[in-house]
């Protein structure tokens, strides 16, 4: 028997998410060594020092939202792919499913690729792991379509995820609306992956 989640439960878990989102925000615009905890606490409403009820620190923190981002990454994508019947199927539906994180995670792709460097060496090896597992979700799915080396389909994987981040630097000028720019964005990736060499 499951003991039931208490109302104080449920107010840490989400003064938890608000500290990491506030904390994405902060760390996408001004990078993280330009932010302190006094200003992730700030920005949620509470002393820097009552960060530490959260997380441990600063590198704590930021370890939680990258080690978090791509795990939510991997079991999102593994979802998606087990959804499916055919290998285009998957391969579309992994796409689709990144191009709705890319549009709706901007913040955290900046952070990603601006701030992955200041991780503890024990999150950035589980990052790593975590990256290495979805990028092999893609490498199979594309398999499937695609009668390519591994390393061959790699490359494309890994170019198809630059197209779809490339979004966070680029959707000040984006389409009229979201939907748009996710078929766009969507029909372009595929593309991308399935291009003759």
């Not at 499937?144 to 389909?153: F, H, Q, T, V, Y």
Request: with cysteine; aromatic share 4%.
């Amino acid at each position: 028997m499951t003991t039931p989640v208490t109302a104080r439960d449920r107010a840490k878990a989400e003064r938890t998410d608000a500290i990491l989102s506030s904390a994405a925000r902060l760390f996408a615009t001004r990078g993280y060594s330009g932010v302190s905890l006094e200003d992730i606490g700030a920005a949620v409403g509470v002393s820097g020092p009552a960060v530490y009820r959260h997380f441990d620190g600063k590198h704590a923190l930021l370890d939680a939202l990258l080690i978090g981002v791509s795990e939510r990454l991997v079991s999102g994508g593994a979802a998606e792919a087990a959804a499916t019947s055919t290998p285009l199927q998957r391969m579309q539906a992994l796409v689709d499913f990144h191009v709705d994180f890319a549009l709706g995670n901007a913040e955290v792709i900046r952070v990603q690729d601006r701030d992955l460097a200041h991780l503890s060496p024990g999150a950035q090896m589980e990052v790593r792991r975590l990256q290495r597992a979805y990028i092999d979700l893609w490498i199979d799915a594309l398999s499937g379509i695609r009668e390519a080396e591994r390393d061959e389909l790699r490359l494309r994987v890994q170019a198809c995820f630059g197209l779809i981040n490339s979004t966070p630097h680029s959707t000040r000028a984006a389409l009229r609306s979201r939907a748009q720019t996710a078929q766009l964005l969507s029909t372009m990736a595929m593309s991308a992956l399935l291009a003759d060499a």
